[in-house]
């Protein structure tokens, strides 16, 4: 059974660094994409990313570049989003779900993980 | 890229039909058979009900269906339930490993 879990519930302070995984289970981490979606309170999702863990290509979209840095390590199974100095902005939940691609065009996110909440205050 | 646009909210008697309408541009809805639907309950992960236009995922009931036409995409949910009530968010893919979701329609069962 193919499973994302990611970490528990943060809650940081404006400036601070912080990040959060995802850890892949029940299917061949390093042979599939992996990316990240943000939903900030009450509101729609945004795609932010993507990362194909067997040789680290990552894709990022034009909003988040620069942003985040979404990073993987293959030995863990385990996909990452960082921030280096966090913003009260970035108060949101962050879903990592694992893709479908042909190609380079990504046709559906099969799996997502539970979620990460992210509260930054000042 | 700018989001797809959905109607806010959609709703019907348990036992009706309602279509929720997203609407792109050729550069991605138009562009790609590769427009998915998925249905978040309140506090839940989002969960895959289309994708590829028209095709469900294994254990989706046959009362999802999708279709498009030109630059608008639509899921049906036919024999409305209790538990359809959820909000529905389409995306596409839009070119260079990049993904456009629309911004959510809240359906409500009467």
């Known amino acids: 059974e193919v499973q994302l879990v990611q970490s528990g519930a943060e809650v940081k302070k404006t400036g601070e660094s912080l990040k959060i995984s995802c850890k892949g289970s029940?299917?061949?981490?390093?042979?599939?994409?992996i990316g990240w979606v943000r939903q900030m309170p009450g509101k729609g999702l945004e795609w932010m990313g993507i990362?194909?863990?067997?040789?680290?290509?990552?894709r990022y979209s034009p909003s988040f570049q620069g942003q985040v840095t979404i990073s993987a390590d293959k030995s863990i199974s385990t996909a990452f989003l960082q921030w280096s100095s966090l913003k009260a902005s970035d108060t949101a939940m962050y879903y990592c779900?694992?893709?479908?691609?042909?190609?380079?065009?990504?046709?559906?996110?099969?799996?997502w993980g539970q979620g990460t909440l992210v509260t930054v205050s000042s | 890229q700018s989001a797809l646009t959905q109607p806010p909210s959609a709703s019907g008697s348990p036992g009706q039909s309602v279509t929720i309408s997203c609407t792109g541009t050729?550069?991605?809805?138009?562009?790609?058979?590769?427009v998915s639907w998925y249905q978040q309950h309140p506090g839940k992960a989002p969960k895959l009900m289309i994708y590829?236009?028209?095709k469900r995922p294994s254990g989706v009931p046959d009362r999802f269906s999708g279709s498009k036409s030109g630059n608008t995409a639509s899921l049906t949910v036919s024999g409305l339930q209790a538990e359809d009530e959820a909000d529905y968010y389409c995306?596409?893919?839009?070119?260079?490993?990049?993904?456009?979701f629309g911004g959510g329609t809240k359906l409500t069962v009467l």
């Open positions: 779900a694992r893709p479908t691609l042909v190609q380079g065009a990504i046709l559906r996110l099969d799996y």
């Open positions: 029940g299917y061949s981490f390093s042979t599939y994409w």
């Open positions: 990362i194909y863990p067997g040789d680290s290509d990552t």
């Open positions: 050729s550069s991605d809805v138009g562009g790609y058979n590769y």
């Open positions: 590829e236009v028209s």
């Open positions: 995306s596409s893919y839009a070119g260079s490993y990049s993904l456009v």
